[in-house]
């Protein structure tokens, strides 16, 4: 097996994870794992020897995303329906969560996708400061105020349980 | 040892392994002598142990055979709509941002449209109600009074077991229907409704999607709304020109009885 490929393969666990982050619903984010893959697989040739295959794919990743963010905001305001007591929107049948687990993955869901990737990058993934901010394309000191205003959203967000609730229910 | 004062910002830093060593202690002090940023660190360390707990789970799974796949370049082919399902779900997430962070949103307004082949149900319906529901005397190619005959012919075409909601509830009388191409191959039933006062609505129904999400889309600021399901083999969008509250109520009737019917 070519090396390449057995470095993208020990990778995806790990961007399972991000993507599990950023989008919650597993086969969601497994398409975008998948997404990652292909493109990383179609270019190949770009990755340099020696760089990590890690911030790379998660570059790949990221822009992924983003980009499809940007469709999704372009569209303008956009709106969920409440759903039926009871319904799980996104927790798979087959995965049993805890309602911590559900609240804290509900409230990162909430905060904007930029904090969120950087939150996640660095608090989950453990990247530095530097490679998130490479990775992410923004400089530092705009990756330190995503993630500082990411956790005072998410902890505002745990502590209140109204809107807590209207996680779920946005609907006006 | 030269001394700083440390803020807010350093506890980020220190949570996150950015704090240089030789700081540690001092900070440590500054810590322990402000209670109040003693309690956000301990505070986030806890928001951070919940958030990896959470996702730990993930990197035990086993890889999904199609990801290895992908990797070999061996994943099987996807539908044209496969893209929507993780556009979908970062739709809702963008909607769960809609207030207070506006500022994203403004951010990426001057970005040049690119291909979005992704949400064709959505957009096909709103397409199609737009230029149907403008029709006077060619709305519908069969009328409201042939219901049976419209149900079974477009039940047929669709593939799905289609029944005509009853909306009368809410205020609509079934106009008739239409049969519509949808996606590549596939082909998708409209429904169109009236109220008393004229306003239309549509319902856009196919056996085409493979995605399960739900929400609202619409495609200009003044046009439109549609409310869509997907679900594995069938897609629902209501569309009008209604308020949130009207279209998303005769969404939830509508979306009830069709499901009703398609798994009757």
Not at chain 1, 4 to 33: M, N, Q, T
Not at chain 2, 11 to 29: F, K
Not at chain 2, 70 to 94: C, D, I, M, N, Y
């Amino acid at each position: 097996m070519d090396d390449k490929k057995a470095a993208i393969l020990s990778e995806i666990p790990r961007l399972r994870r991000y993507a599990r982050s950023l989008l919650r619903d597993r086969d969601s984010a497994d398409d975008l794992v998948q997404d990652c893959l292909e493109r990383a697989l179609v270019r190949l040739d770009n990755w340099q020897t020696g760089e990590s295959p890690r911030r790379w794919l998660f570059t790949i990743m990221h822009h992924l995303f983003i980009d499809q963010m940007r469709k999704v905001n372009r569209r303008g305001e956009a709106a969920m329906l409440p759903l039926e007591a009871g319904e799980a929107q996104s927790a798979p049948a087959d995965q049993v969560e805890t309602v911590a687990s559900r609240e804290i993955m509900d409230a990162l869901q909430a905060i904007s996708p930029d904090r969120r990737a950087a939150l996640v990058m660095v608090a989950i993934e453990g990247f530095s400061y530097a490679e998130a901010a490479n990775i992410l394309g923004v400089p530092a000191g705009t990756l330190m105020s995503r993630i500082a205003r990411g956790r005072e959203e998410l902890r505002g967000l745990l502590d209140d349980s109204s809107r807590r609730r209207s996680i779920r229910i946005v609907e006006r | 040892m030269t001394r700083r004062d440390f803020t807010e910002r350093d506890i980020h830093m220190a949570l996150d392994g950015e704090l240089p060593g030789e700081e540690r202690m001092a900070y440590d002090a500054w810590l322990e002598a402000n209670p109040e940023m003693r309690a956000k660190s301990a505070r986030y360390i806890a928001d951070r142990a919940a958030l990896r707990a959470a996702l730990a789970g993930v990197m035990d799974e086993p890889v999904p055979a199609r990801l290895r796949q992908a990797v070999f370049g061996e994943a099987p082919a996807r539908g044209p709509a496969w893209r929507s399902r993780w556009w979908l779900s970062a739709a809702a997430a963008a909607v769960l941002m809609v207030g207070g962070i506006s500022g994203y949103v403004a951010g990426i307004d001057g970005i040049g449209r690119s291909d979005n082949s992704d949400d064709q149900l959505v957009e096909q319906a709103i397409a199609a109600h737009v230029i149907y529901a403008a029709e006077k005397r060619h709305a519908v190619e069969v009328p409201a009074s042939d219901k049976d005959h419209l149900q079974t012919w477009l039940s047929n075409r669709v593939g799905l077991k289609l029944v005509a909601p009853d909306l009368v509830a809410q205020g609509f009388e079934l106009v008739g229907g239409r049969l519509l191409p949808s996606g590549e191959h596939g082909k998708a039933a409209m429904l169109l409704y009236e109220d008393a006062k004229g306003e239309r609505i549509s319902l856009f129904v196919t056996a085409e999607s493979s995605e399960a999400a739900k929400g609202t889309y619409s495609a200009e600021a003044d046009g439109p709304q549609a409310v869509y399901w997907l679900d594995k083999g069938y897609g629902c969008a209501v569309v009008g020109s209604l308020s949130r509250e009207r279209l998303s109520d005769v969404a939830k009737s509508a979306y009830g009885q069709l499901l009703a019917g398609i798994s009757s």
